[in-house]
């Protein structure tokens, strides 16, 4: 059997420009957050997912709802102050992809804590975001019931 040469084309494009990548490596990414752990941790975890998402508002939207969905059920958090930080942290910084990704968590906790105003409090402040696709997302989250 004769060896194959190598291949001269390179690596080939970023993951970013191949949808099933991004798919996996975003859902992999979703599926490792502990919104239980440091705050340093949860914040690094959501920025590294805005990372890879890059500039796809589209995708960003959709990661998010992966995020309400992975996180929305189980216990209350013992210790909900870190996560809520974390989340405060990437909705502040006025990015539309961060800001659309804040929205995931913020409603997963929200309805994983039946909303008292502590976790009221970062869906309100993510209405006021300076991208209004970020405002209508969070405008669309109902703070009651599940």
Do not use: C, K
């Not at 502040?92 to 804040?102: F, H, Q, S, T, Y």
């Amino acid at each position: 059997m004769e060896p194959r040469p190598p291949d001269v084309r390179g690596p080939g494009p970023p993951a970013g420009d191949r949808p099933q990548l991004s798919a996996t490596r975003t859902t992999l990414l979703v599926r490792a957050i502990d919104l239980a752990g440091p705050g340093p941790d949860i914040l690094l975890a959501l920025r590294e997912l805005a990372a890879a998402i890059g500039d796809r508002p589209v995708l960003a939207g959709r990661v998010a709802e992966d995020l309400t969905s992975a996180h929305r059920y189980g216990e209350p958090l013992a210790a909900p102050a870190a996560a809520l930080a974390a989340i405060a942290s990437l909705g502040g910084d006025g990015g539309l992809v961060e800001g659309l990704l804040a929205v995931g968590p913020a409603t997963a906790l929200g309805i994983r804590h039946n909303w008292p105003d502590t976790f009221r409090a970062p869906v309100v402040a993510l209405r006021r975001h300076p991208e209004p696709e970020v405002r209508e997302t969070a405008y669309a989250t109902v703070l009651d019931g599940h």
